[in-house]
């Protein structure tokens, strides 16, 4: 089965421009600082290293949950690292810092399956090409 996820985007000359969403979402976007944009705006490297992300949180929920975890609330920090190859700059990996806090306890190999699954699972990191890195934290 395919699917269709379409953007609009709106530039007038100048920016912040304005990206929009087939769900009827719309964010203004910018240039990243580190290259002359402004604070406060979303960027295309925020949104990819985002997308990463948020798709790794929404599938390991719920692999956790078709496993039997009942996960209480989930934070996640993700590093997109930039670097020079072959003369072109580009993300080479994305470090994913999960901080996961459960209802009940979890045995650490029920909780390391569900990581992997989600890795495995996750659209978004799989259609990238970039190391895809996990370091979970578990708290309470």
């Given at each position: 089965?395919?699917?269709?996820?379409?953007?609009?985007?709106?530039?007038?000359?100048?920016?912040?421009?304005?990206?929009?969403?087939?769900?009827?979402?719309?964010?203004?976007?910018?240039?990243?600082?580190?290259?002359?944009?402004?604070?406060?705006?979303?960027?295309?490297?925020?949104?990819?290293?985002?997308?990463?992300?948020?798709?790794?949180?929404?599938i390991f929920v719920g692999v956790a949950k078709s496993l039997g975890i009942s996960v209480a609330a989930y934070r996640c920090k993700a590093v997109?690292?930039?670097?020079?190859?072959?003369?072109?700059?580009?993300?080479?990996?994305?470090?994913?810092?999960?901080?996961?806090?459960?209802?009940?306890?979890?045995?650490?190999?029920?909780?390391?399956?569900?990581?992997?699954?989600?890795?495995?699972?996750?659209?978004?990191?799989?259609?990238?090409?970039?190391?895809?890195?996990?370091?979970?934290?578990?708290?309470?």
């Amino acid at each position: 089965m395919t699917m269709d996820f379409e953007t609009t985007v709106e530039w007038s000359g100048s920016y912040p421009a304005s990206l929009s969403c087939q769900n009827g979402m719309s964010a203004e976007y910018n240039i990243p600082v580190e290259f002359g944009g402004a604070k406060g705006f979303l960027t295309p490297e925020d949104a990819f290293v985002g997308a990463a992300n948020t798709c790794f949180q929404i599938i390991f929920v719920g692999v956790a949950k078709s496993l039997g975890i009942s996960v209480a609330a989930y934070r996640c920090k993700a590093v997109g690292i930039l670097d020079s190859v072959e003369g072109v700059r580009r993300f080479v990996s994305i470090d994913l810092h999960p901080e996961i806090r459960f209802h009940r306890p979890v045995e650490s190999e029920r909780l390391q399956k569900a990581l992997e699954t989600a890795k495995r699972k996750c659209l978004v990191t799989n259609s990238m090409s970039v190391e895809v890195r996990v370091f979970p934290v578990t708290v309470g």
